[in-house]
């Protein structure tokens, strides 16, 4: 359906996209995702022509995308802005942009019926846009996007402005349309809509593709569970119980790609294999006469994949998705590696690198690794980051 072979595109001597080579299939639900800055727009706005690649070409169909444009009728692009009359009703402007399309006029009243159904218009169709809420105008340009039925349809971040309800429609719609072939590209920052409901994922970063595959073989790829263990008081030695829980660690098996944090408030597991490793830490806390309060546990998912792909998951690990780590602010927190090769990180900060008062924390390290002390930190065995 859609073919970017080695497309490339800078802005004033930056590289906006590097080299992307994908294809996406007809009739699927592909999204982008990555973070600000890291080329899914300039992605999008490419597919759709509305951007030139300075190198590389884009084909839809088997035909290359250019100035002339007969497969025109064929695309719907809906980008981040849309200039409106604000003076028009929101009915006004759809029978506007239905006679620009050149549908025919003999179906026009019933489709736009139906497209004020589909994203639940009615209670404001007939009011002037300068009215309009942000999430009321975003509802509105998705259905004059869509009100064609393009059979490529091109969405940049349509849940910005949108209400849950917002987003309930236009996943419910994109779901139906896909079943009568339409293919949607979309670039979101919703990654669990993006798990629920698109058959594909196209990870950004820095203008490269840096993960393409389903939802569910990235998470299985690159996932990693979560623990948090909510202490009830500050250990009184922090580095006594690092020290034991690396001990332990080492001594267990599977336990070489877990990540252990310790803070003055919790302790934060990280791993790829699921929570069996959890007794391990819970049954050293005990010897050790640390009590807990709560055990938080969260499956790997595809924003822990999305972290681990992008090079972010030792911030998303220190700051986590579902819960915050209290005492990270003052800096107690590093790791040190069950698995040989250490690195020592001075002064008063956390083990995931930002510190406070002068100095960073620990390293962040991929492989088995523990960490605790205040202000003293190293990086386990495996990949390691600063």
């Known amino acids: 359906m859609v073919r970017l072979d080695r497309v ?23 999204a982008i ?19 030139s690649p300075d190198s590389g070409s884009v084909s839809i169909l088997g035909e290359q995308r250019g100035a002339h444009s007969s497969m025109q009728r064929t695309v719907g692009y809906a980008g ?44 404001f169709s007939d009011r002037a846009i300068a009215g309009y809420s942000g999430g ?85 790829a690159h ?17 006594a119980l690092r020290d034991a829980i690396d001990v332990a660690m080492r001594r267990a098996p599977d336990n070489d790609d877990t990540d252990v944090l310790i803070t003055d408030a919790s302790i934060i597991v ?40 992008t090079g972010s998951s030792a911030a998303a690990m220190s700051r986590g998705s579902d819960s915050t780590s209290a005492g990270m602010s003052d800096g107690a927190g590093a790791r040190v590696g069950s698995r040989g090769g250490q690195q020592q990180g001075g002064g008063r900060g956390s083990g995931v690198g930002s510190g406070s008062g002068g100095g960073s924390g620990g390293v962040s390290g991929r492989g088995s690794g523990v960490g605790g002390g205040r202000g003293r930190g190293t990086g386990g065995g495996g990949r390691n980051r600063t």
Not at 225 to 239: E, G, K, M, W
Request: charged fraction near 25%; charge should be negative.
């Open 270 to 309: 990280s791993r790829t294999h699921g929570h069996d490793g959890d007794d391990v830490i819970l049954a050293t806390l005990a010897s050790q006469g640390v009590e807990y309060s709560r055990i938080e546990r969260s499956d790997s998912n595809l924003a822990s994949a999305y972290f681990g792909l």
């Open 80 to 123: 981040q802005d849309l200039a409106l009359d604000p003076e028009m009703t929101g009915l006004e402007t759809l029978r506007l942009f239905y006679a620009l399309r050149g549908l025919p006029h003999r179906d026009r009243d019933m489709r736009i019926e139906n497209i004020i159904a589909d994203y639940e218009l009615g209670r």
């Open 8 to 30: 490339s595109k800078s802005f004033a001597g930056v590289r906006a996209l590097d080299a992307i080579d994908c294809t996406i299939a007809r009739g699927s639900v592909t």
């Open 136 to 220: 009321q105008r975003q509802r509105l340009h998705l259905a004059l996007e869509t009100m064609h039925v393009p059979t490529l349809l091109i969405l940049d971040e349509p849940t910005a402005s949108l209400d849950p309800d917002g987003r309930r429609l236009l996943w419910t719609r994109l779901i139906r349309q896909r079943a009568s072939g339409q293919t949607t590209i979309i670039a979101t920052h919703d990654l669990a809509d993006v798990e629920q409901s698109c058959d594909r994922v196209i990870v950004l970063a820095h203008g490269r593709i840096v993960g393409d595959d389903s939802p569910a073989l990235i998470v299985a």
């Open 223 to 239: 996932g990693r569970s979560r623990t948090t263990i909510t202490l009830s008081s500050a250990p009184a030695d922090i580095a």
């Open 33 to 51: 995702v990555g973070a600000n800055g890291s080329g899914k727009s300039t992605m999008l706005r490419v597919i759709a022509g509305a951007l």
